[in-house]
């Protein structure tokens, strides 16, 4: 005799993200962080009905906030896309075993080869930490198959504890070195990328690139648990570069297909 079927409720996250308007800031916060004003303009809704929505998200601990560096009365929120797909494969298990694994990203040795590898620029104030790390990570990660710089507005040179992060992780850092924005300005960027909110807020665009892009990051070097701030923002940027590289291998796998066909 069968087994008689079951039912399971719906995951409340999925509940959530089934509003219109709550899923329009999840989709748009899943490629950049954004404050209020810019999502208000984005989806055309007044500020007490976005704000009722993003504490919803918050409290279902999808969203957060923080407080920007360069302006404390505004607030960036980012989407938590680690906790949200746990929670999307965990559904996913629900229906099928199957749907409950997914390798993000697949090896880049793998992905095809383009005829021009994307570039991508990070950059923050002092070029000495954050940005620093993003590049590197972004290069080793990508196993070079993304063409990646970094540079700042006041660059300070290398901060001493990223130099120790990198060589606990055991990444070439022969040739890194701290610039200014003005060496890379003519450069074409298929993406650039912000890691500072003070330099989002005097380079919000760049010429030519096909997306700019914010992570709100608060810089390791002004944090009083240096050695934990340093590690905090590792993990940060590791599991962010994670999930940007899925854009950039499907960009990679389409330009493939559409060669193909060609």
């Known amino acids: 005799m069968n087994a008689p079927l079951s039912t399971t409720s719906m995951p409340a996250f999925l509940k959530l993200l089934a509003h219109e308007l709550r899923w329009n800031i ?5 490629r950049s962080d954004r404050s209020v004003q810019e999502i208000i303009h984005v989806v055309h809704e007044p500020q007490n009905v976005v704000s009722y929505h993003l504490r919803q998200l918050r409290e279902h601990h999808l969203v957060k906030e923080r407080r920007s560096a360069a302006d404390e009365r505004s607030l960036y929120y980012s989407l938590d896309l680690e906790a949200l797909r746990v929670l999307y494969l965990s559904a996913g298990a629900v229906l099928h075993p199957a749907i409950g694994s997914l390798e993000v990203p697949s090896d880049p040795q793998q992905w095809p080869r383009p005829e021009r590898p994307l570039r991508v620029l990070f950059l923050c104030t002092h070029n000495s930490a954050r940005s620093l790390l993003a590049e590197t990570l972004l290069r080793q990660m990508s196993k070079g198959r993304v063409d990646v710089a970094s540079a700042g507005t006041e660059p300070t040179g290398i901060h001493p504890s990223t130099l120790q992060v990198l060589t606990s992780l055991k990444i070439d850092r022969t040739h890194l070195h701290s610039k200014h924005l003005d060496e890379v300005k003519d450069q074409h960027f298929d993406y650039v990328i912000t890691v500072c909110d003070r330099v989002r807020e005097v380079c919000p665009t760049w010429p030519g690139a096909s997306e700019c892009i ?11 648990e240096r050695a934990q701030a340093f590690a905090d923002t590792t993990a940060q940027l590791t599991t962010r570069i994670r999930y940007f590289l899925t854009v950039v ?3 990679y796998q389409q330009h493939s297909a559409d060669t193909t066909q060609q």
């Open 249 to 251: 291998e499907r960009i």
């Open 214 to 224: 914010h992570w709100s990051i608060p810089d390791p070097a002004q944090e009083e």
């Open 26 to 30: 999840v989709t748009l916060l899943a």
